[in-house]
């Protein structure tokens, strides 16, 4: 394993080692689907594969054999990249925030920002974030601009371009 893989799994990127992986429910069943999935029916079928490519003889020129086992090595490396994250992570349910009129992990959060756009954003974890459907990482620098905020407040999010304000309009939480 790299460097950077090690750095990886120490904790989210920009945090300090031992900062815990936070993730919604839904996105921890989602990485044990995806885990059950590779080890119970994606690697025995590659397995099979490379078993059947290796008793046809030379492996040197055998593509099945030479694709099946790179796939396998992915397989093995996003299993035990899975395995570690799993143990690591910590589940954070946000039907049961408390304090819903502030913005914490799972909070979807509409802001305005200065040029009158509106945006709205769901916390979530690391592993869940997807902009393209307006979920991003709880270490993610608007995240971390809004966490702590009520609607209502002004807050300074740093930007490429400079520091830009933005103002919470709503914060809503799933109901549980």
């Known amino acids: ?33 995806e885990l059950k999935r590779l080890w119970t029916e994606e690697r025995p079928k590659v397995v099979e594969v490379v078993s059947w490519a290796a008793s046809l003889g030379d492996r040197s020129e055998n593509a099945d054999y030479q694709y099946g086992k790179r796939r396998l090595r992915e397989i093995d490396r996003r299993v035990r990249f899975l395995r570690k994250r799993l143990e690591k992570v910590q589940v954070v349910d946000p039907t049961k925030t408390p304090k819903r009129d502030q913005v914490f992990f799972g909070a ?10 509106e945006v709205t954003v769901t916390i979530v974890g690391v592993d869940e974030a997807d902009s393209k459907t307006g979920r991003i990482s709880w270490v993610a620098p608007v995240a971390r601009a809004l966490l702590g905020g009520r609607v209502g407040d002004l807050r300074r999010l740093r930007t490429p371009q400079g520091v830009e304000e933005i103002e919470i309009l709503a914060i809503r939480y799933p109901e549980g």
Not at 108 to 117: I, N
Request: glycine share 10%.
């Open 1 to 33: 394993m790299s460097a950077a893989e090690d750095d990886e799994e120490e904790g989210p990127p920009g945090l300090p080692p031992g900062t815990p992986f936070y993730m919604t429910p839904a996105g921890h069943a989602a990485l044990e689907a």
């Open 108 to 117: 979807t959060v509409t802001y305005v920002r200065e040029d009158d756009a």
